[in-house]
Nanobody
């Protein structure tokens, strides 16, 4: 069992930056691939970025490529999403998730945090 707690969301102007953190409980964090997802009102949940269990491989959705960076520290059970040059269309609830498959589909992730709101004003 893994419990995930996100933090770092908030309100920021377009062009600004936010850093989201996700801390996992338990001693098995290192076996899970991690993903950051987001869900805007009326839209489906979509992957933003993913990182494999070792941190050696990452994935980014096209819309965030070169603006967002995902990283993890297995010693601290933490995964971070650094978001730069934020745009109003990045506004959503952001979730971190853990799964045993390194894939983009939310359905393959087993554990989810409660989400943190990110709002980008124009």
């Amino acid at each position: 069992q893994v419990q995930l707690v996100e933090s770092g969301g908030g309100l920021v102007q377009a062009g600004g930056s936010l850093r989201l953190s996700c801390v996992a409980s338990g001693r098995t964090f290192g076996i899970y691939h991690m993903g950051w997802f987001r869900q805007a009102p009326g839209k489906e949940r979509e992957i933003v970025a993913g990182i494999n269990r070792s941190g050696g491989s990452t994935y980014y959705a096209d819309v965030v490529e070169n603006r967002f960076t995902i990283s993890r520290d297995n010693a601290k059970n933490t995964v971070v999403l650094q978001m730069n040059n934020l745009k109003p269309e990045d506004t959503a609830v952001y979730y971190c998730a853990a799964g045993l498959l390194f894939v983009v589909a939310p359905s393959h992730y087993d554990y989810w945090g409660q989400g943190t709101q990110v709002t980008v004003s124009s």
